[in-house]
């Protein structure tokens, strides 16, 4: 979901979009933040529990002092990239994304060697040792992520992640998709796909098809931890129409 002007003057209460100083979107299935190219002045900003995964779009917000991330999509700490030249940052919340790995040590001294300004790290204070460590043990950034190609979609990765640098078989990417796909629908209250049924397409499938799919789902269950009775009926009628749009497509098709 994008984060429209209209939004976000509601939200901040401002007549303009330079008049925006603080910006509260917690929770609002966000996915494309582009509008914050557009927002000078903001100072605060909370975008966590979202589905953000680019940050570009703040590096234009040079007064941007708390900027809150928390539980969104970020999968590269290359995004860092985009928050190292916002001169006034000092407060970021950034823990629960996947860019955050399964080394907290690591990730915290990364982040302290390229934001070596902040005065607090995910709602824990940064000391001068700290700042000390990480530039020993820190890894510094000097690029920014690699971004989808524009024709076709699918990210071109110069430097893979330790994960995708891991040598993935069909099967386990199978067995992935096929495990995420019935978590979906067992907390939407659905049968799981059978697995020859859910075979019979997924091998067909490109490595980029397949890894885009596996973000959404990411991003998908992510989401749905927030959500409400209502919300997750909502959720399953949206579902169910689709579903039965499928199936007679698939029967005019036969």
Wanted: charged share 30%; hydrophobic share 35%.
């Amino acid at each position: 979901m994008r984060l429209t002007r209209g939004a976000v003057l509601a939200r901040a209460k401002a007549a303009a979009l330079d008049g925006v100083r603080r910006l509260n979107c917690w929770g609002s299935h966000l996915t494309d933040i582009s509008i914050c190219r557009d927002l000078p002045n903001v100072e605060v900003i909370s975008f966590s529990v979202n589905g953000i995964s680019d940050l570009e779009p703040l590096n234009q917000c040079q007064n941007l002092s708390e900027l809150y991330l928390r539980k969104n999509n970020i999968g590269s700490l290359n995004e860092l990239f985009y928050l190292k030249n916002l001169p006034r940052l000092r407060v970021l919340w950034l823990s629960e994304n996947p860019c955050c790995g399964p080394d907290p040590h690591r990730y915290r001294m990364t982040v302290l060697r390229n934001l070596p300004s902040l005065q607090k790290l995910d709602n824990q204070a940064v000391t001068e040792e700290e700042l000390s460590q990480a530039l020993v043990d820190g890894e510094e950034i000097t690029a920014p992520p690699v971004r989808r190609s524009v024709e076709n979609g699918c990210p071109e990765s110069t430097e893979p992640s330790a994960a995708e640098s891991a040598t993935e078989t069909e099967s386990e990417l199978l067995n992935f998709s096929l495990e995420e796909t019935n978590k979906i629908r067992e907390q939407l209250g659905m049968k799981p796909v059978p697995r020859d049924k859910f075979s019979s397409f997924s091998p067909r499938e490109t490595d980029c098809s397949r890894k885009k799919r596996n973000n959404v789902l990411n991003a998908i269950l992510l989401l749905m931890k927030e959500l409400d009775v209502e919300g997750l009926e909502i959720v399953q009628q949206t579902v169910g129409r689709r579903l039965q749009a499928f199936r007679k497509k698939e029967l005019q098709e036969e």
